[in-house]
């Protein structure tokens, strides 16, 4: 049995094919958001690692613009800001295949769903290493403490845990009881970070990145424009590259 991660599918049915049948029948994937929009298979991998007994299907920032715009839709409100900021986001294929091709009774249900996603969880590893898994990444010091692994106690920083960048910036704290946690996360397509840091472009590949004096790693290789995504073990911090 391995423990992976991966994020920022975006649509692109062809990686997820590879990613599923990679996996064993006892393997554990969390899948860290954003498996929607952009691509043209959003809804098709949405629904298939809904149903994948071997997921963990953690909210990323498009689940949360997709929810939002379902509800607009819903009450017939399809010039709302919601709606329009997941089309400006490449969403439009997503959401519709939801409308035109689900059974209208579970119209809401799949609305409610994604809405109730987790934002964050710990896994434990084989290391003893408390990997703290959500969509955007976070610098503990800088954030309430984790409510029972997977809930943050105030509103605002559950926000973040799918929308921030800033905490790219924030040093790593020294505290011993930090010394043990990685920060596994997507959101932000990895070359993107690295140049935000200082890193040349011929010091830089995509796969996994790892920065924050090696507390955090960041997984998203913006595979709809790259075609390229990374699936990380979380016990050995081995990475499995997979492109169209």
């Given at each position: ?7 920022d599918i975006h649509g692109v049915y ?6 599923k ?10 899948v860290?958001g954003?498996c929607g929009?952009?691509?043209r298979?959003g ?7 809904t ?25 017939d409100?399809?010039n709302?800001?919601a709606y ?7 969403g ?5 295949d ?7 009774r ?5 609305r ?12 434990e590893?084989?290391k003893?290493?408390?990997v703290?898994l ?5 610098t ?7 409510q029972i692994?997977?809930v943050?106690e105030r509103?605002?920083?559950?926000e973040?845990?799918i929308?921030?960048?800033e ?9 011993d ?11 932000t397509p990895t ?13 830089f ?10 507390h955090?790693v960041?997984?998203d ?7 390229i995504?990374?699936?990380?073990n ?7 590259i997979f492109?169209t």
């Open positions: 049995m391995a423990v992976y991660a991966v994020s062809e990686i997820w094919n590879q990613i049948h990679f996996l064993k029948e006892d393997d554990t994937l969390y860290l954003d929009d952009r691509g298979d809804w098709r991998i949405i629904k298939e690692v149903t994948d007994k071997r997921v963990v299907y953690l909210k990323g920032n498009h689940e949360d613009m997709l929810s939002k715009a379902m509800s607009e839709w819903l009450d409100y399809m709302g800001n329009q900021l997941l089309l400006s986001n490449g439009y294929d997503t959401i519709n939801w409308w035109c091709n689900e059974d209208p579970y119209h809401q249900g799949w409610d769903y994604l809405n109730s996603l987790l934002q964050f969880m710990i896994y590893n084989a003893g290493q408390k703290h959500c969509h955007a990444g976070y503990p010091s800088e954030a309430p403490e984790p692994y997977n943050f509103k605002h920083w559950a973040d845990l929308w921030d960048r905490h790219y910036f924030h040093p790593w704290p020294k505290e009881k930090y010394k043990d946690i990685i920060v596994v996360h997507g959101h070359p993107y970070i690295a140049e935000d840091l200082g890193y040349r472009s011929e010091e590949e995509l796969g996994a990145f790892w920065y924050a004096d090696g955090k960041c997984i290789n913006a595979t709809f424009a790259t075609g995504s990374t699936v990380i979380l016990d050995t911090w081995e990475q499995h492109s």
